[in-house]
């Protein structure tokens, strides 16, 4: 069976920015099989291990600048300035991925969940949360999707809910 990665990231303390963490609490206690979650508040160097044995990854963060509800889109290895500094972007960890093993890294896939406030100590906003549940729901079918051509279909749709 594919082992399918999903990781989210994002600061729970930080209002709509805990979108990933709360995604990925939901999927994780469906034990759905062949699906690891994982989450941390940022992706870093570190984090290449975690790829390493997946056959296709989805990372998941809030995002303020994405259309309602979220966007979902195919990602590819890239060097950028994030991979000297604190945090890293899905595609420079894929970049170092490939300087760490000598490969290319899984297909991997990033799920934008619009938020709208991210200030410190605020709860889930009303709207990011119907945003959540909209994603949620995604993940779900992408989770159970049969090939990678179904995935790449979803991306390719600009996906919104309906």
Not at 15 to 34: K, N, S, T
Not at 40 to 45: G, S
Not at 88 to 103: E, F, I, N, W
Not at 127 to 145: D, H, R
């Amino acid at each position: 069976m594919a082992k399918l990665l999903l990781f989210g990231y994002g600061n729970p303390g930080r209002g709509d920015d805990a979108l990933g963490p709360e995604l990925i609490g939901r999927i994780a206690q469906m034990h759905l099989a062949g699906v690891e979650c994982q989450n941390d508040m940022q992706l870093q160097v570190e984090h290449v291990t975690d790829l390493a044995d997946c056959d296709r990854v989805l990372f998941i963060d809030a995002d303020m600048s994405c259309a309602e509800p979220f966007d979902l889109s195919g990602i590819k290895s890239e060097k950028d300035g994030s991979y000297t500094s604190h945090a890293m972007t899905p595609a420079a960890l894929l970049h170092a991925y490939r300087q760490v093993y000598g490969k290319d890294a899984p297909p991997a896939f990033l799920l934008r969940i619009r938020g709208h406030d991210f200030a410190l100590g605020d709860p889930l906003t009303d709207q990011a949360s119907a945003n959540l549940e909209a994603a949620t729901k995604l993940v779900i079918g992408l989770c159970t999707a049969a090939s990678l051509q179904d995935w790449r279909d979803f991306a390719g749709m600009q996906v919104t809910a309906g």
